[in-house]
Nanobody, 115 residues
Framework: QVQLVETGGGLVQAGGSLRLSCAAS????????MAWYRQAPGKQRELVAH???????NYQDSVKGRFTISRDNAKNTLYLQMNSLKPEDTAVYYC?????????WGQGTQVTVSS
């Protein structure tokens, strides 16, 4: 089992930056594909970025060039660096780990971007 705790959300003006962190428990973190999802009010949860154990990443088109997902396997931590934030990035951001077919989620962290 994996426990995930996100930190780093907050209120920022459009054009600003935030860095989200996700601390994971367990000794197999380095082997697990990880991802960031987000859910805006009234919308479905959507994949923002995904990273495999070796570090290869992919992104939702709307965040390409602005967001960077990374991981520090020694610290069991996943990151999401968000630059050039837009009001439409406002959402609760969730850290995700998938082990075989089992999904694990953090509690989420609110990101609010004001115009």
């Amino acid at each position: 089992q994996v426990q995930l705790v996100e930190t780093g959300g907050g209120l920022v003006q459009a054009g600003g930056s935030l860095r989200l962190s996700c601390a994971a428990s367990g000794s197999i973190f380095r082997l697990i594909p990880m991802a960031w999802y987000r859910q805006a009010p009234g919308k479905q949860r959507e994949l923002v970025a995904h990273i495999v154990s070796g570090g290869s990443a992919n992104y939702q088109d709307s965040v390409k060039g602005r967001f960077t997902i990374s991981r520090d396997n020694a610290k069991n931590t996943l990151y999401l660096q968000m630059n050039s934030l837009k009001p439409e990035d406002t959402a609760v951001y969730y850290c995700n780990a998938r082990i075989v077919v089992q999904d694990y989620w953090g509690q989420g962290t609110q990101v609010t971007v004001s115009s």
